[in-house]
């Protein structure tokens, strides 16, 4: 089955630490994007892909960092820069920006836990 | 720069009732529109999206959605609602590309099911 595969569900880091999140999928999508969610905010955009060795920040990518070397993974670090890692993360991917169906493809996420 | 207002944080619908979950946005060209539903700790799933053409939408679960350029509103209904409808459901909004540089989420309303 084709889909957005996100990993682990689960992440605990201690202060100071890096860690990355990972995003696969087989969708033959071109475009990928990370977002954050935390509770009673909505879903707010970290970093985009649109083609691979090609990203853009969203409007949240300070203390985050990205690559895009293969076109099915969009892997994000959370870096000790980042004051408040703590939330829900969500990857999603879209058909390419030519397409006319346009839509986001949600993985299950990963929650990250600062201990 | 584009935005999205959902009112209601939370409501509460008796089974079986109607429903109508309200959504605002601001952009300046013609909008892509789409509502999504998220179950605790999940991805999230997209219900409807609008981009062109007829205002009324239809989508997945019963739900359908109109758009009204003059209120700039794309609200989101059901004319029966069942015990599984309860969930976060979130409006967003795309702009070039239907999105191609990330959709501009809602903060969520929350759905509670009464039986």
């Known amino acids: 089955d084709g889909g957005i595969t996100q990993s682990p569900k689960y992440l605990f880091r201690k202060e100071g630490q890096n860690v990355t999140l990972s995003c696969e999928q087989n969708l033959n999508h071109d475009a990928m994007y990370w977002y954050r969610q935390d509770p009673g905010q909505g879903l707010r955009l970290i970093y985009y892909?649109?083609?691979?060795?090609?990203?853009q920040k969203g409007d949240i990518a300070e203390g985050y960092s990205v690559s895009r070397e293969k076109k099915e993974s969009f892997p994000l670090t959370v870096t000790s820069a980042q004051k408040n890692p703590t939330a829900f993360y969500l990857c999603?991917?879209?058909?390419?920006?030519?397409?006319?169906?346009?839509?986001?493809?949600f993985g299950q996420g990963t929650r990250l836990t600062v201990v | 720069a584009q935005s999205v207002t959902q009112p209601d944080i939370h409501i509460t619908v008796s089974e079986g009732a109607s429903l109508e979950l309200r959504c605002n946005y601001s952009y300046g060209a013609t909008p892509y529109l789409f509502w999504y539903v998220q179950s605790p700790g999940q991805g999230l799933q997209l219900l409807l999206k609008y981009f062109s053409g007829d205002t009324l939408v239809q989508g997945i679960k019963g739900f359908e959605a109109e758009f009204k350029r003059s209120q700039s509103s794309f609200n989101l209904r059901k004319p029966s609602v069942h015990w599984s409808d309860a969930a976060e459901y979130f409006c967003a909004v795309g702009g070039r590309g239907g999105g191609a540089d990330g959709l501009t989420f809602g903060k969520g309303t929350h759905l509670i099911i009464q039986p």
């Open positions: 999603a991917s879209s058909i390419p920006k030519t397409g006319v169906n346009t839509e986001a493809f």
């Open positions: 892909s649109q083609i691979v060795n090609d990203f």
